[in-house]
């Protein structure tokens, strides 16, 4: 069973009362997507963007040498990218991971309010005194936390890899302490087994699919697969024929044999699985209603923060520049390290190195 010893109560989330920016003609994106590629040769940037983000700042990541990418590879890539400034879009805890890595250079985001619900509930000043609690436990936190949890954690982890440091510490005999996102800590407790104690919080966005809303649309495409993201509840992953992270469902789109896609996870990744997979058909997994498929949902209100004109403005300006307390950023550093050096050393082991 998973352990729910001391669970603490959850934090509520607000939503941001900023609005995502209006959509723009044409022209003016035009003529936007011309004034940063110019300004990144100009600053000698990188833009680093998270799948979840408006598809014109995926395609202009592309377009630039720069990078698309889940949680990790935007780490990893930010990390060895020789650039001076990287542009971050994404939610607030990936520039600060980027920062984390990066201290010596420049970490700059379109918008400095772009939250992240499992960050919000997380707070340090909460989460510390908990661990200190528990502190025969292995504290392995989810990449979506601020810099301060990150310096508190033994392990920082996302969810492409999230089972097998599980498992490796099940092996080592260790119990877990796992932050924040519940849904997460479920299903990896569910394939591993592990002494898993589990802080309360969940995604905004992926709290909200429905399993029975989401049975009742399969019902009406039975020839439809369903693929999800482990952040989303029990009852959708139970229906799921593929789970894994985004990076690991693009892969699925491209792979699976079936025409018709159900997709569990932030609809902002549709742009690069289209790319991977063209010929399929893809739909939102229902977050409200029986049956419905609500095409207006599904996407995360602060990545959506996230636009041309403020990318642009904060090249143009130098603003928005991440900062992490140093004393912090060598705690959370170590755990970070860790991370990837364990991807690295899973990444080679796939290979026979």
Known sequence: ??????????????LPATMAPLPLPDAERARLGE??????????????AHYYV???LQRLAEETGGCVADSLEMARFGNAHPARTLVVAGVRFMGETAKI?????RVLMPTLEAECSLDLGCPADRFIPFCDAHSDRQVVVYSNTSAEVKARA?????????????????T???KILWAPDKHLG???????????????????VHDEFKGQALAALKRQHPDAAVIAHPESPTAVLELADVIGSTSQLIQAAKNLPQRKLIVATDRGIFYKMQQAAPGK???????AGEGASCESCAHCPWMAMNALDNLAQVLESGANEVRVDEAVRVKALRATQRMLDFARSIQQKSHGD
């Open 54 to 56: 408006d598809e014109d």
């Open 154 to 170: 033994d392990w920082v982890v996302t969810s492409s890899i999230a089972v097998k440091l599980i498992e490796y510490l099940k």
């Open 101 to 105: 890595l990066n201290p010596e250079k």
């Open 172 to 174: 080592r005999g260790e």
């Open 35 to 48: 004034r940063i590629k110019r300004l990144l040769k100009e600053r000698d940037a990188v833009l680093v």
């Open 186 to 204: 479920n299903y990896i407790q569910r394939k591993t087994g592990a002494d898993m104690l589990l802080w309360n919080a969940a995604c905004v």
């Open 1 to 14: 069973m998973t352990q729910r010893l001391d669970m603490p109560a959850p934090v509520i989330i607000k």
């Open 281 to 287: 058909i893809l739909m939102a997994a229902p977050t």
